[in-house]
C-alpha cells in the first residue's frame, strides 16, 4: 500500500511546492533577462560564446555562476512537491545529473575565456547554491 500523508500535509506540500515552483520561474526569467544578449543556446556538449562575449556577474549571477539552473531545479522541487508522480521526480534528478555536467562545461570555456577576471568572480561568487556551494 502506498504512502498517503494526511490531507493537511497534502495542502502544505502543494502550497509549499506552488511557491517553490513561481519562485523558481521568476529567478529562472530574471537570470535569463540579466544575461541579454549574452544568453546563446548550447548544445549538451558544446558551449559557444559570442565573439564580443561579456561576463555577466551583476543581478542573480551575483549569488550563484548558474542561476537559471538553480532557478529550474527549485522550480521542479515544487512541481514534485505538487505532483506526486514518478515522472516529476526523475525529470529533477535527471535534471540535476545534466545540469551539473553542463555548468561545469560552461566553467571551463568561461575560465579559458576571461581568464583572470573569471578567477576573481568565482572567487567572489559560489557555484550553484547562494552562500553554500
Known sequence: MPFKPPAAYL????????VLFIAGIIFTLWA???LGRMWGISTSREVKLLPDHQ???????????????????IALLGMTLIYW????????????YVFYQRAQREEAVLADHFGE????????SKFLIPWIY
Request: proline fraction near 4%.
Open 11 to 18: 495542502i502544505l506540500f502543494k502550497i509549499t511546492g506552488l
Open 32 to 34: 535569463r533577462q540579466t
Open 55 to 73: 561576463l555577466v556577474d551583476q543581478g542573480p549571477y551575483a549569488l550563484v555562476r548558474h542561476p537559471m539552473y538553480l532557478g529550474w531545479w
Open 85 to 96: 508522480t514518478w515522472i516529476v521526480l526523475i525529470m529533477f534528478v535527471f535534471s540535476l
Open 117 to 124: 577576471r573569471w578567477q576573481a568572480y568565482v572567487q567572489r
